[in-house]
């Protein structure tokens, strides 16, 4: 800890003795990833509400009072939570902020989410921690958006001791890789074949646009796919998106189980995604005569 060195706010200053303040330090705001990061979420959550007409800006300024984030879980979840609709009062925000976030914790727990975010920190305004929310709702239900990985910023913790404020500086991850985050840590024996044979895994890339995916399903179910369902020849990342996530319909018709992939990986020429489709469709199929 050392005196406060960086610019603080007014109400920093009104801190009681030994308490503290954490706030994201002005150049992590500048990095790139970072910013990504906060315009993906905010675009993620506009789609989803763009039929409740809300227009989200500002994460810390529109999602603190529980509103926003409200109707965003009843959206993702498919519920019907039991508060009030419109809360003015502080002690109002704060009981709506805490029924939505026990909701998400009774999602999020069982899976094994670190929770890294609190009432307090939510109605205080504190950036990572709402950041930290909406990562792991994106995760949890799997939207349809590609964070940025490795996102990283310094936070600075200021703390009235002595009647001088203190600082001191902290690294905190806000993502990792998709993979790891959607939690497919786990291995199997996919995990093994991929291990060996990295080198002929470019192959991959021919089913980036989704069209050999939805062609290959036809085969393999001995269907004809109507052309006008999906676009046979993609100009654009949505309609390469449009094509896989219709290929993952068929593969769902089909009997096979969802993939644990999503549409936006193949796409973005993931890999181990792509290959755990192709794996999944080898199994179901390999006795197919």
Sequence with gaps: MSPASVDVHPEDTLLEENEERTMIDPTSKDDPKFKELVKVLIDWVN????????????????LYDGQVLQKLLEKLAGCKLNVAEVTQSEVGQRQKLQTVLEAVHGLLRPHGWALQW????????????????????????????????????????????EGLLHSSHITEELTTTTEMM???????????????????????????????????????????????????????????????????ELMLDGGLKTPKARPEDVVNLDLKS????????????????
């Design 47 to 62: 789609d989803v509400l763009v039929e409740e007409r809300i227009i989200v800006k500002q994460l810390e300024e529109d």
């Design 118 to 161: 609190t009432v307090d920190a939510i109605h205080g305004k504190n950036l990572v921690a709402i950041l930290h929310l909406l990562v792991a709702l994106a995760m949890h239900f799997r939207a349809p958006i590609r964070l940025p990985e490795h996102v990283s910023v310094q936070v600075v913790v200021v703390r009235k001791r």
């Design 182 to 248: 959607m939690g497919r840590f786990e291995r199997d024996a996919f995990d093994t074949l991929f291990d060996h044979a990295p080198d002929k895994l470019s192959v991959v890339k021919k089913f980036a646009d989704g069209v050999y995916l939805v062609l290959l399903m036809g085969l393999l179910e001995d269907y004809f796919v109507p052309l006008h369902n999906f676009y046979l020849t993609p100009d654009s990342f949505d309609q390469k998106v449009h094509n896989v996530a219709f290929a993952f």
């Design 274 to 289: 792509t290959l755990r489709v192709l794996y999944n469709l080898f199994t179901k199929y390999k006795n197919l005569e």
